[in-house]
Structures are given as structure tokens and as C-alpha cells.
């Protein structure tokens, strides 16, 4: 009787050793899953911004903006370990803006590209963790500052409303010819461009 009480007992403490061998391994997955998907939301958090950085560099060298760009690479430190997760984020760049007011005066030269990011976290083994996405928008220009991150829900400039403002600066334009002033936010370089070369850009 004493022999199958002690297996009874064992039996017993056996299984909430395993219960909580579970539970442990249940919570470090959480854990896991957790820090996956908060290394994804960071990366794709810095993204626009460092996309923003380069585009405005190719656009102040000269080279194409819509060139194909390089995953962004990005680790996150756990613990002992300096990079327990990597997050890879690949950039597709897209000319946008047919539905916009855009300023197309050749001294600004205004468009926007349409910035989609992908990014995949994988942990210390190369085994995905988390994938998460996310769409950008930046406004270009031919003079500084060459790009500005217009956010992931911008107008696009399409034209102010009674409901809600648009993207655009209302200002006054003088006609050199005869001195009247026009209001309006867009103007183009054939028809309101004056003869003799305009002041640059402000810096």
C-alpha cells in the first residue's frame, strides 16, 4: 500500500512538473512572439525616415530617386544575446500623385513617391518571427529639402475643401506684366514664370 501511495504521489508531482514545464514554455513563446513583433513595429518605425534621408541624397546628387534601394537591417538585443532578432526591411519605391495638386513650376519641381515596407524579423536560428508591413509617403522636391515624410495618410494635396484643409499653401502671386495679384497655391512654369532668372530657392 505504501509502494502504490509513493507512485501516486509521483504520479502526481510528475504532472505538475509538466504543467508547469508547459506553462513556462507557453510564456516564453508569448515572450518571444511579444518582442518579434515589437522588433517589426521599431523597424518599420525608423523606416520612413531613413528611406526619407536617402531619397533626398539622391535627389541633391543628381541620380534617380526611384533607383532600387537595399533592405534596411536592423537587430534587436535580448539579454546576453546582441542581435536575438534581426529585422529586415525591403523598400519598394513607386511614383505617385497622378490625383494630386502638385507645384509644377520647374524651380520646385514637386512629387511624391509611394514608399511600401516590408519588414521580416527573424530570430538568432534564421526562422521567421514576424512579419509586419506598411505604406509611406514622401513629397520631393528639385531644391532643399529634397524630401519631407508626408506620413502614411496624407492628402496628397488634392484640394482644400470646406470640411478639411488641404496640403497646399494659399499665398498671393504678383503678374510682373501688370502688377495684379492672383490667389492661388499652384503655378506653372510656361505661363507665370518671369523672364529673367528668378532668386534661388531659400535655403
Do not use: K
Not at 196 to 203: C, L
Request: glycine share 6%.
Amino acid at each position: 500500500m505504501t509502494i502504490l501511495r509513493a507512485l501516486f504521489f509521483a504520479a502526481i508531482a510528475s504532472a505538475i512538473a509538466q504543467g508547469f514545464a508547459v506553462l513556462a514554455l507557453a510564456l516564453a513563446r508569448s515572450e518571444s512572439l511579444h518582442a518579434a513583433h515589437a522588433a517589426a513595429r521599431d523597424a518599420l518605425g525608423a523606416a520612413p525616415v531613413l528611406v526619407q534621408e536617402a531619397i533626398a541624397a539622391r535627389i541633391a546628387g543628381g541620380s534617380d530617386p526611384l533607383a532600387p534601394m537595399s533592405p534596411i537591417e536592423r537587430c534587436t538585443t535580448i539579454g546576453a544575446a546582441p542581435c536575438a532578432l534581426r529585422a529586415t526591411t525591403t523598400v519598394a519605391l513607386r511614383s505617385t500623385g497622378s490625383e494630386s495638386i502638385l507645384q509644377q513650376n520647374a524651380l520646385v519641381g514637386e512629387a511624391r513617391i509611394l514608399v511600401s515596407l516590408r519588414s521580416v524579423v527573424t530570430d538568432a536560428a534564421g526562422t521567421t518571427a514576424a512579419i509586419a508591413t506598411r505604406s509611406a509617403l514622401l513629397r520631393t522636391f528639385a531644391q532643399p529639402p529634397y524630401a519631407t515624410y508626408e506620413g502614411d495618410d496624407e492628402s496628397g494635396g488634392i484640394s482644400p475643401s470646406s470640411l478639411a484643409p488641404g496640403t497646399l499653401v494659399d499665398v498671393l502671386y504678383r503678374d510682373l506684366r501688370n502688377g495684379a495679384s492672383i490667389p492661388g497655391n499652384v503655378w506653372s512654369t510656361p505661363t507665370n514664370m518671369p523672364s529673367s532668372p528668378p532668386s534661388p530657392w531659400p535655403q
